[in-house]
């Protein structure tokens, strides 16, 4: 479960963007677009200069207020951009607000001053609820504050925002697998290997799967077992979680092994969640954009070609073979994701 616990090393910042109006020629805005191209190139130090030559003329333009604390920041200046982004969120510029609002929780949130990036986050949320990433970084946020349920609802908001996010997915799974939630992260670590089948945060991913299907849940640096769920979820997610337990002791009962026994375990523990979603008149997030979505592939053809793709990373598996072995099965699997859609 170590492996799980370095989605923190993800960046947590909002992908940042340059602000400044490019149709304005007055002196202060000819300044901010030459530091902003000095930026891009790299050359921070330099662009810094030109940013604070225009606050030398208007010391409260918010956009070179935002711009000198973006190159402040990319300097590992953060906390000289500080200043820089409290007069820019004070812009009437609602884009630009928002904006220096999501760098100042951000800055906040690599600070470890969690419960003051949370609280920052939720003012540019106020301004701009659509504003890309902010959900995501906010679900970091929570987490590192130990607020699993939260950070739940912010990883939902940041999939509905994005579903095709790898990152998202992986943080749904993080934040679930904290409140016990194991079909919940299992289901999200599949998704999430879809989007990302290679590399190193796949192959940590598949490792997770492993560790979900022998029971495991997170523990901290003490030994401690975290687990944070509402009484609503104690009843399902119990069901779910033996339910797991069942699946792997039947498979093992049948003598299974390798990806055999992989691709049973997934199968039938899609059927469970599909099923146990079906009978429901008021689903969740999960029910609809994972259990319905996952009940629907097992159904199908396709798991072999799933089952290898999820183990894309396991140097055990003859993967190559098999694909060699079975193009019309990835090539089904392929053309039953993207013309499946999913709903939340």
Not at 212 to 236: C, H, P, R, W, Y
Not at 314 to 320: E, G, L, M, R, W
């Amino acid at each position: 479960m170590k492996n799980l616990h370095k989605l923190l090393i993800l960046l947590s910042v909002c992908c940042f963007i340059h602000l400044a109006d490019a149709q304005n020629t007055t002196p202060t805005n000819d300044l901010i677009k030459q530091g902003v191209a000095l930026h891009n190139e790299g050359k921070y130090a330099e662009a810094i200069d030109k940013f604070n030559e225009a606050l030398k003329a208007d010391p409260e333009n918010g956009y070179a207020n935002y711009e000198v604390a973006f190159s402040l920041y990319a300097s590992k200046k953060p906390n000289d951009a500080i200043p820089h982004l409290e007069k820019a969120t004070k812009s009437t510029n609602a884009e630009l607000s928002v904006a220096a609002y999501a760098l100042l929780a951000s800055i906040y949130d690599e600070s470890n001053q969690a419960k003051k990036a949370i609280e920052t986050y939720n003012l540019a949320l106020k301004i701009n609820p659509n504003y890309p990433q902010i959900y995501y970084n906010l679900g970091i946020a929570y987490f590192r504050n130990q607020q699993y349920a939260e950070a739940e609802s912010s990883a939902i908001e940041a999939i509905k925002h994005n579903p095709k996010s790898a990152s998202n997915q992986r943080l749904y799974a993080l934040v679930t697998l904290h409140q016990n939630k194991r079909a919940n992260a299992l289901l999200a670590l599949c998704s999430f290997i879809l989007l990302e089948p290679t590399g190193q945060r796949a192959a940590e991913a598949y490792a997770n799967i492993g560790h979900i299907m022998q029971g495991g849940t997170f523990k901290d640096n003490n030994g401690n077992t975290t687990i944070a769920v509402s009484l609503n979820d104690q009843k399902e997610m119990g069901a779910l979680n033996l339910g797991i337990s069942l699946v792997v002791q039947a498979g093992q009962a049948k003598n299974l092994t390798g990806l055999n026994l992989l691709e049973y375990e997934l199968k039938s523990i899609f059927e469970l969640a599909g099923q146990l979603a079906e009978k429901k008149t008021d689903k969740t997030f999960f029910d609809k954009f994972y259990a319905d979505y996952f009940y629907k592939l097992s159904q199908t053809s396709y798991m072999p070609a799933l089952t290898h793709t999820v183990a894309l990373t396991d140097t055990k598996a003859d993967n190559a073979k098999w694909a060699k072995e079975n193009t019309a099965q990835i090539s089904g699997l392929a053309q039953w994701l993207q013309s499946t859609e999913r709903n939340f």
